[in-house]
């Protein structure tokens, strides 16, 4: 049985296309983008975007209720196990303007979804990149394997590059990187959309504050006119 796997195994094939594939995948990003579709390998399976999604959804509940009375200047007191509400209360509780919120909250969820597309981005182009990586190996090995008709001894390794990178290139593409993609656009998307349906819901608490607190003043004005 090892000996059957160790047939399968070749460091120079290997190296050949993982190596070509990351590179393919890297060059033509920024070095942030190679460093998050790295550290998103981290969250590929642990994260459950359902469950924050519920844990936003209840932290959003609580400071619609205590806005109700004792308005969204105290929206940072609610305590959110999540960092995006928590920022999003205290960016609430801050800023002057329902406007203001809704431009920063527009410019975050924008800035984490490019972030997203560009981790995205480098395992997508891996899996582009893997199965010309393993034609490319192909050639390399019968090129190899043509100069050394006269040894029928040394064509054995020769084929076996050609094969090896091959299979190396097809695997790494449809069995490993394109099912990252995949999850990880999946993760993408269910997490953008709890983050917009919580901004949303934070947006309509400020403009109605925003309304509430302009007739207010309103009525001052006329009373007193």
């Not at 928590?86 to 800035?111: P, T």
């Not at 953008?192 to 819901?201: E, G, H, I, S, T």
Request: glycine residues 8%; proline residues 4%.
């Amino acid at each position: 049985m090892i000996d059957l796997v160790a047939r399968f195994v070749d460091p120079l094939a290997l190296g050949l296309v993982v190596g070509g594939s990351l590179l393919a995948g890297a060059i033509p990003g920024a070095g942030g983008d190679t460093l998050r579709a790295l550290a998103a390998l981290r969250p590929l399976f642990a994260a459950r975007p359902a469950r924050d999604g519920e844990v936003a959804d209840r932290a959003v509940r609580r400071i619609e209720r205590l806005s109700e009375y004792k308005g969204l200047f105290c929206a940072d007191r609610v305590a959110s196990p999540g960092d995006f509400v928590h920022r999003a209360a205290c960016r609430l509780a801050d800023d002057e303007s329902a406007e203001a919120f809704s431009l920063w909250a527009r410019e975050g969820i924008e800035d984490r979804s490019a972030r997203h597309a560009g981790a995205i981005g480098v395992w997508r182009r891996i899996a582009d990149a893997a199965p010309s990586m393993g034609m490319i190996g192909t050639v390399i090995g019968l090129v190899a394997m043509f100069a050394q008709m006269n040894d029928p001894a040394a064509m054995g390794p020769a084929m076996a590059i050609a094969m090896l990178t091959t299979l190396y290139g097809l695997i790494l593409a449809f069995a490993i990187a394109g099912p990252v993609v995949a999850r990880l656009e999946q993760l993408s998307d269910a997490e953008l959309a709890w983050q917009r349906r919580a901004v949303a819901r934070l947006e309509a608490l400020a403009r109605a504050e925003e309304e509430a607190l302009t007739d207010w003043r309103d009525r001052r004005v006329r009373r007193a006119g």
